[in-house]
């Protein structure tokens, strides 16, 4: 529908009460909140046991979805809403496929709650078909390598450091990185209750982290109170990931290490222990992986080239055999007298 030069969408049948009821509440200039709005039941929804179960990173990705809907949507009833809208949506958003995504989820879960409020009778996000990530887009983390890991610790500001030795050191996601508060560093060890697994972990502490941390700890001096997020903003509130992903990007690009990500980290923190000579074993009880799959994933590349370096060694050694073994069968073929002691003829 067409007014003043501006067009608005409505969202109901044709030849129904609903979109009579729309017609006209776009023709005097006001539309009202629906009793059954998709504002309404977001703001129910957080009130729920099963909100309140969910990991802090879940709840993150599912509050920027909830906060999009409401902008977009949140006003309207939602028995309004269709497949088609859905798909609209995330095709709006295929510029972060992981938003676009996450879209038909939290419709999904919404549904579900307005379906026992009898507010719905059919999901209108069932079988959403995902976005692809493009090829061209799938960029793997690349592990920091020793030049640019000597580079950041010699020329990091502060915090960028310290962001980097806590996500080394502990080898955690970074979404865990904003949790370690001063209640959980005892001077040698950090201790963590991982967000996705529910994984609760001791981490020893590596030297240079423990450096870190005391030399923070010291300027920080009364303020570094139990409760007190070891990454905090000024105000002593935690940092978000948002936050800390911004301050790491901003300093890799300032080094001229931008191909080495926050995520990677973790990556180099495996290496680490793989090139101490630790089995899975005793990587996955410092990581909190709960499968083998990704620690062989990050371990591997270590490994293949340590095997490499011992199958190096090994070459060379027997070169080094081949070719005296060679020099020796030469010399006796030859014979081994030497020519100023051959006996002159007459």
Known sequence: MRKGGQYYRIYADENTQEFDDEYWEILRGKRHL????WSVLIKEFRTTDKWAGYKPRYRQDLEKIFDYLDQK????DVKLLRAADVYNAMDKNSHRVRFANYIPVAVTLLAKLARRKGWLSE????DIELLKVPEDRKKPH?????????????????????????GVGSVQRPGDLNGFTWRHYDGTNLTLTQNKTGVALLLPCTPNLKLELEQLKAALGDTAKPDRPILANADGSPMSYFKIARIMRDERKRLGVLAHDLHALRYRGVMELAW???????????????????????????RQIMRAGT????????????NETSTKQESD?????????????H
């Not at 629906?34 to 709005?37: G, L």
């Not at 580079?151 to 806590?166: C, G, K, N, S, V």
């Open 34 to 37: 629906s009793k059954r709005s």
């Open 276 to 302: 101490a000579g630790c089995d899975d074993d005793e990587i996955m009880s410092y990581s909190g992986h709960k499968t083998k799959k990704m620690v062989i994933k990050y371990a591997g590349f270590v």
């Open 311 to 322: 199958a190096a060694e090994k070459r060379k050694l027997w070169e080094q055999l081949l």
């Open 123 to 126: 999901n209108p996000a069932a």
């Open 142 to 166: 690349l592990p920091w390598t020793d030049s640019a890991v000597d580079t950041w610790r010699e020329e990091a500001e502060d915090l960028p450091r310290l962001i980097f030795e806590l």
């Open 333 to 345: 073929t030859r014979g081994d007298t030497p020519l100023d002691t051959k006996p002159i003829s």
């Open 73 to 76: 949507i949140g006003s309207r």
